[in-house]
């Protein structure tokens, strides 16, 4: 028996990267996979056929993740072609980094709405198909930053903390209804945003961390696929640093 066999997962932001990671390693496991991102374009179909190819239903399905009303539509169209949800896995961000000083608004709001605010609107929309169900686990992926802070990225920060309480806060709400939510906060991860940066940074972010490596998008999606499954079903409110040991 897989351990998410039999249930349906959404994932945002998950075309490429970790989010995709998430859906290959649900998949593998059992679950079929809804995912979204901004366009339908050759990753979200290159995407959807490599989890069909593993046996599960996928569909992709582009959406502005940070819209309040595209969001309920969407999470709709899934409730209708999938016929429940039991698991929701907030992935969806991006980074506009600069010092305060130097900050604009637009570079605030912008990071704010698509890491913080399109969890809200997913978790507002999958929440009255989970309490029917009286099941579920909810999944939002912050960051170490959002736990201790980064000079130059108060608003990457400010959003992962926030995806951080906003987890333990629908832990508190919706615990009684057997569905639970946590978040995972990686550290430094091999992804085609940090290969872009300099050699030299990388080598110093590796002598932070006592494992001496950077994480893999693998180890990310183990620790989902933990939180998704049965395996945790006395873990909410949790949130469960992927890290290498850099933030003790």
């Known amino acids: 028996m897989k351990l998410l066999e039999g249930k349906v997962a959404l994932i945002t932001g998950a075309a490429r990267g970790i989010g995709k990671s998430i859906a290959v390693k649900f998949a593998q496991e059992g679950a079929d996979i809804a995912f979204t991102d901004l366009n339908r374009d050759e990753n979200m179909e290159a995407t959807e056929k490599e989890l069909q190819a593993l046996g599960v239903r996928a569909v992709g399905y582009a959406s502005n993740a940070a ?38 608004e637009a570079q605030w709001d912008a990071v704010i709405a698509v890491n913080l605010k399109s969890a809200f609107n997913f ?8 309490m029917r169900q009286r099941q579920g686990s909810i999944i939002n992926m912050a960051s170490v930053v959002g736990v201790h802070g980064n000079a130059g990225q108060s608003n990457y920060a400010a959003s992962k903390a926030g ?56 180890d990310i999606a183990n620790v989902a696929t933990f939180l998704a499954s049965d395996m945790s079903s006395y873990v909410s409110g949790q949130v469960i640093q992927v890290d290498g040991g850099m933030n003790m």
């Open 163 to 218: 995806l951080i309480a906003l987890a333990k806060s629908i832990a508190q709400e919706v615990g009684s209804r057997g569905i639970r939510a946590n978040a995972i906060a990686p550290g430094f991860i091999e992804t085609a945003m940090t290969a872009a940066l300099p050699e030299d940074v990388r080598k110093e972010w590796a002598q932070k961390i006592p494992l001496r490596r950077a994480g893999q998008v693998e």
């Open 123 to 130: 978790i507002h929309a999958v929440l009255p198909i989970m």
């Open 67 to 104: 819209d309040f009303a595209q969001t309920e539509e969407v999470v709709s169209k899934v409730k209708e072609d999938f016929g429940h949800i039991d698991i929701l896995v907030n992935n969806a961000g991006i980074t506009k980094d600069g010092l305060m000083m130097r900050m604009t």
